[in-house]
């Protein structure tokens, strides 16, 4: 079965740190563009990052100051790290595969969603 699994969401303070993780099963991330998104209540499911097959990366919202993407293609994984922590990142975090592999995919193009991780910064 062709599936993406995200874990590493919880409940974290402000200024907090959390690692999230998104590992696939069924088939190898070598070739695959995957990105993250998020969902946070009330608002419209919203393109975080991605990371490309050959590692190049891309941040929505001058993003890249508090996450970072990475890949482990020998564990079949992607990263999410998110430094500093605000109530404002509280959301559902859920990670897709870009067939193309350079993330340029519209996010209605993204395949093999999971069913995300809960991510909840408050004090």
């Known amino acids: 079965q062709v599936q993406l699994v995200e874990s590493g969401g919880g409940l974290v303070q402000p200024g907090g740190s959390l690692r999230l993780s998104c590992t696939a099963s069924?088939?190898?991330?070598?070739?695959?563009?995957i990105g993250w998104f998020r969902k946070a209540p009330g608002l419209e499911r919203e393109g975080v990052a991605c990371i490309t097959s050959d590692g190049k990366t891309y941040f929505t919202n001058s993003r890249e100051d508090r996450f970072t993407i990475s890949r482990d293609n020998a564990k079949n994984t992607v990263y999410l790290q998110i430094n500093s922590l605000k109530a404002e990142d509280t959301a559902v975090y859920y990670c897709a595969s870009d067939v193309g592999g350079d993330c340029q995919s519209a996010q209605d193009d993204f395949h093999s969603w999971g069913q995300g991780t809960q991510v909840t910064v408050s004090s």
């Open positions: 069924g088939f190898s991330l070598d070739y695959y563009g």
